[in-house]
């Protein structure tokens, strides 16, 4: 079984900084993650696949990068509206495939 | 663009069954595309139910096989989820939603909490 550990659980970032986020994996997953943003009381929303894929209607800003076990999700220029969890998820051994527990990003 | 709608009792009582329907607009559910999914969330934790395709082939993941059993009617555009002998852990948001078939879920419904409580 995959296991996804997303660092930190929280991040408390200033507006217009930059935030990363960390999601590691127990064993590869090759490029075969995915990131949601999910705000409070909606569904997830995916935002990024096949490790750095943006998905439609999000910006440039938001960017992800890693292959095998490391990756990293990177907001730079943090505005109020990415306030949010974001989640990773592997495809990899799918299915099914496995989410971590999110990091809750807050403005400083 | 598609729209998915979960409906169904948002309380069942322990040992009995839970059922929800998934309708979808903007979209048939008839295509080789893509697969459609159940997701179920308790506070952070997310879980992947299982999948159905338009042909009937289905997927549950197995720490829920035995339980489960997701159906899908093409003439009404829906797919459906039962839960059998539920417990209060099978307390949860439950989600439908639209798998891209490489794992990764690009629709979501916006979901329905379903508490198990006698």
């Known amino acids: 079984e995959i296991l996804l550990t997303q660092s930190p659980a929280t991040l408390f970032v200033s507006p217009g900084e930059r935030a990363t986020l960390s999601c590691r994996a127990n064993?590869?997953?090759?490029?075969?993650l995915a990131w949601y943003q999910q705000k409070p009381g909606q569904p997830p929303r995916l935002l990024i696949y096949?490790?750095?894929t943006r998905a439609a209607g999000f910006p440039a800003r938001f960017s992800g990068r890693g292959f095998g076990t490391e990756f990293t999700l990177t907001i730079t220029n943090l505005q109020s509206e990415d306030c949010a969890v974001y989640y990773c998820?592997?495809?990899?051994?799918?299915?099914?495939?496995?989410f971590g527990l999110g990091t809750r990003v807050e403005i400083k | 663009q598609v729209h998915l709608q979960e409906s169904g009792p948002g309380l069942v009582k322990p040992s009995q069954t839970l059922s929800l329907t998934c309708s979808v607009s903007?979209?048939?559910?008839?295509?080789?595309?893509?697969?459609w999914s159940w997701v179920r969330q308790s506070g952070r934790d997310l879980e992947w139910i299982g999948y159905i395709?338009?042909?009937?082939?289905?997927y549950y993941n197995p720490s829920l096989r035995g339980r489960i059993s997701v159906s899908i009617d093409t003439s009404k555009n829906q797919f459906s989820l039962q839960l059998r002998s539920v417990t209060a852990a099978d307390t949860a948001v439950y989600y439908c939603?639209?798998?891209?078939?490489?794992?990764?879920?690009?629709?979501w419904g916006q979901g329905s909490l379903v508490t198990v409580s006698s």
């Open positions: 096949d490790g750095s």
């Open positions: 064993q590869t997953v090759y490029s075969d």
């Open positions: 903007g979209a048939s559910i008839k295509t080789s595309e893509f697969f």
């Open positions: 395709f338009y042909t009937g082939i289905t």
């Open positions: 939603a639209r798998d891209s078939r490489r794992g990764w879920v690009d629709s």
């Open positions: 998820q592997q495809f990899s051994q799918w299915p099914p495939g496995s």
